[in-house]
């Protein structure tokens, strides 16, 4: 069972900027399509940013210009390089692939708290 540690969130004021990262057990992001999630209190998980294989990037309107996803296979890892951060980015963020998803993975997440 392949294993997702975030790690890299904090408490920021609000224009700052936090890199998170995701570290995987096993060789799986240069094969799959992975995203960043976060989920605020009191609301549902949403798509923050995704990376396929491919290369390709893709991002929620709320976070277009500011976040950027990023991978590196060599170390396992992905990043999301936020930047501007704003206080309704506040969230439990959490990494994943597609398959991860249909399998019903999730890791324990990274919380993000940025004050005004």
């Known amino acids: 069972q392949v294993r997702l540690v975030e790690s890299g969130g904090g408490l920021v004021q609000a224009g700052g900027s936090l890199r998170l990262s995701c570290a995987a057990s096993?060789?799986?992001?240069?094969?799959?399509?992975v995203g960043w999630y976060r989920q605020a209190p009191g609301k549902g998980r949403y798509m923050v940013a995704t990376?396929?294989?491919?290369?390709?990037?893709n991002y929620a309107d709320a976070v277009k210009g500011r976040f950027t996803i990023s991978r590196d296979n060599a170390k396992n890892t992905v990043y999301l390089q936020m930047n501007s951060l704003k206080p309704e980015d506040t969230a439990v963020y959490y990494c994943?692939?597609?398959?991860?998803?249909?399998?019903?993975?999730w890791g324990q997440g990274t919380q993000v708290t940025v004050s005004s």
């Open positions: 994943n692939t597609d398959q991860l998803i249909v399998q019903g993975y």
């Open positions: 990376l396929s294989t491919g290369g390709n990037s």
């Open positions: 096993e060789t799986i992001f240069s094969i799959r399509t």
